[in-house]
Structures are given as structure tokens and as C-alpha cells.
């Protein structure tokens, strides 16, 4: 089956005018049942991304596949300065209109290539984060994108969370219909699956730590936030 193309996916998923809060939720897919999901639930996510990545007011934070700006905003109110980039210009647009702020830069920009060349840092950053995106890319790419931070940073913390696991996805194809489904899929080794993006093995992240030399913590995520999805966090040894 012909790979999908990720870009004109995004360009297109609920491509929606946001006027209020809760069409931002939507727009980038925090939802249930395409309702936006709880404040509680989303506070527990942005405590949980502080906390993990011990983020405090002289941090530098780079922010890969921000969509709209919706945690980076939030998260700009704790670090120093935040550059946040994404490769859908309608959703950078949306984040440059509703969650600015004086030390955040957005810029249109793929996570697949040299996204440091995007931005004109005044010091380059010591904590990245990708939020919910990285279903859409290999382990191959995955490892590429930590071998261009390690080129730049000596010490750093890498965070992505939201990744769909192999070992809950029967959490999320919990009916005989959903199964098939995915099986269908499968079957012609389309790792799109219907726009959930490819489900990582949690030894896939343990040979690219050991690849790289870099230590590697992974994590299910809460139940109140997913129960087929999980974190994982890359250090500097």
C-alpha cells in the first residue's frame, strides 16, 4: 500500500476556523468523542510534562509538532523561552493568533529535518518535547532526530509523550470490529492505521538509548489520559 503522506493528513485533519478555547481542543484532536477533553485532565497533562522534564525558569525549551500552540503556551509561563515549530501552516498560524507570548517563537518547520536551522536561538535549548505526534515517524527517524541534538547539545532531556504502544493497542481495538480493522491494516503493512500513526514497541526505544548511549525511562501514560499510550523520556548520561 503507498505510504501515507503525513503533511497533507494534518493539512487536512479538522481543518477547522478556531473562534473559542474549545475549537483549539479540537482542531488538534484532544478530545473524546470529538468533545475537548476535561481542564483537570488537561492540567495533569501539563503538570506531568513540568515535572518529567524538571522544567524551570532558566530552561530553554524546544517543542517539536506543536500544532496549535495549545500546551506550549502553558508551558512558556515556566521556562526562559520556548521555540516551537510544526509542518501545518494553518495550525502555526492559529498558534501565532490565540497563544503567543514574548518568549515563544513559533515557525513553520519538519521534525524530519534540520529543525535547529529554523531559529535564531539566543541559547540553544536543554529540553525538547514531542506531544501526541510521534506515531507519524519511524525509529529511524526517531534516531535521527536525537543524533541532530546531540551534534548541537552536550546535556539534555528529550520527552515524548502520547506515543500509541504495541503492547495496549488492544486497549484502543477493544471491539471485534476495531480488531479487524487494525488487522486489515496490518495485513497490507499500512502503518498509517487510519491516522493513529504506527505503534511503538518499548524495545525500540531501548536499542536507540543504547545506540546512542543515552539513558531512557518509559512510562504508560495516566488512565485518565489514555490507556494505550505511553511516555518516554532520553537523557544525557
Not at 44 to 53: D, G
Not at 136 to 142: C, G, N, Q
Request: aromatic letters at 14%; proline letters at 3%.
Amino acid at each position: 500500500m503507498e505510504k501515507i503522506n503525513w503533511e497533507i493528513f494534518w493539512s487536512n485533519y479538522r481543518n477547522v476556523e478556531s473562534n473559542q478555547e474549545d475549537d483549539l481542543f479540537f482542531q488538534v484532536g484532544k478530545t473524546i468523542n470529538k468533545a475537548p477533553i476535561s481542564n483537570d485532565v488537561f492540567i495533569e497533562m501539563i503538570q506531568n510534562l513540568e515535572s518529567t522534564l524538571q522544567l524551570k525558569d532558566t530552561d530553554v525549551l524546544l517543542e517539536m509538532c506543536c500544532g496549535n500552540g495549545l500546551l506550549t503556551k502553558p508551558l512558556s509561563a515556566i521556562c526562559k523561552n520556548v521555540y516551537a515549530f510544526d509542518f501545518t501552516s494553518h495550525l502555526i498560524e492559529t498558534a501565532k493568533k490565540f497563544k503567543i507570548s514574548d518568549n515563544i517563537v513559533y515557525k513553520t518547520g519538519d521534525a524530519k529535518s534540520d529543525f535547529f536551522s529554523l531559529f535564531n536561538f539566543e541559547k540553544l535549548p536543554n529540553k525538547y518535547l514531542m506531544n501526541d505526534s510521534l506515531g507519524y515517524f519511524t525509529p529511524y527517524e526517531l534516531k535521527n532526530i536525537l543524533l541532530l541534538i546531540l551534534e548541537k547539545v552536550d546535556v539534555f532531556s528529550f520527552y515524548i509523550t502520547g506515543i500509541p504502544a504495541d503492547e495496549l493497542k488492544w486497549n484502543f481495538y477493544n471491539t471485534p470490529e476495531r480488531k479487524k480493522v487494525y488487522l486489515s491494516y496490518s495485513e497490507n503493512s499500512d502503518e498509517s492505521n487510519n491516522g493513529m500513526g504506527r505503534w511503538w514497541k518499548s524495545e525500540e526505544f531501548i536499542s536507540i538509548s543504547e545506540d546512542l548511549n543515552l539513558k531512557v525511562s518509559l512510562a504508560s501514560q495516566s488512565k485518565t489520559i489514555s490507556n494505550y499510550r505511553m511516555n518516554v523520556l532520553f537523557e544525557t548520561k
